[in-house]
């Protein structure tokens, strides 16, 4: 048996420690809003928080993430969430979407650790997590509106 807690839920899982935390959340728990895409630890669509960091869920394990608190999209909250979340639908962000639960959960880290961030920054942060459609002047731009909304 392993012990997490996610989205504020703990949880007591008997599952193979060495089974990828992506697939844990999305088909032991249901929570969908974390993506898989390359199953590689390259792409960063699977992002989630753990213990307040950005981190990749496909290529973390269940054991290593034992007592810690894991953060997925469905559990993201706070003033940089609503923040990010009303900024994403005012930019017309997503495109087909696929990866914007990764974007966010990195936007909201970066966010959490500079309040005022450049494009150069942004830039930095957000490069671990690919977007086919190339909607990154999208994200640039509801990140800047984001951080102008949340309240440090």
């Given at each position: 048996m392993v012990k997490i807690r996610v989205n504020g839920i703990n949880y007591q899982l008997d599952v193979d420690p060495d089974t990828p935390l992506l697939w844990v959340l999305t088909e032991q728990l249901g929570l969908t809003g974390t993506k898989y895409s390359?199953?590689?630890?390259?792409?960063?669509?699977?992002?989630?928080?753990?213990?307040?960091?950005?981190?990749?869920?496909?290529?973390?394990s269940l054991g290593e993430v034992a007592g810690k608190d894991v953060v997925t999209?469905?559990?993201?909250?706070?003033?940089?969430?609503?923040?990010?979340r009303q900024a994403w639908i005012e930019e017309d962000v997503p495109?087909?979407?696929?990866?914007?639960?990764?974007?966010?959960?990195?936007?909201?880290?970066l966010l959490k650790h500079n309040s005022d961030p450049s494009d150069d920054a942004i830039d930095g942060a957000m490069s671990?997590?690919?977007?086919?459609?190339?909607?990154?002047?999208?994200?640039?731009?509801?990140?800047?509106l984001a951080a102008g909304r949340k309240v440090s």
């Open positions: 390359c199953g590689i630890s390259e792409c960063g669509s699977c992002t989630v928080h753990i213990d307040g960091e950005a981190e990749l869920s496909c290529g973390i999209i469905e559990g993201l909250k706070g003033r940089i969430a609503d923040a990010l495109q087909c979407g696929y990866c914007q639960s990764g974007q966010i959960m990195t936007a909201a880290t671990d997590v690919l977007c086919r459609c190339g909607s990154y002047q999208g994200i640039r731009q509801a990140i800047h």
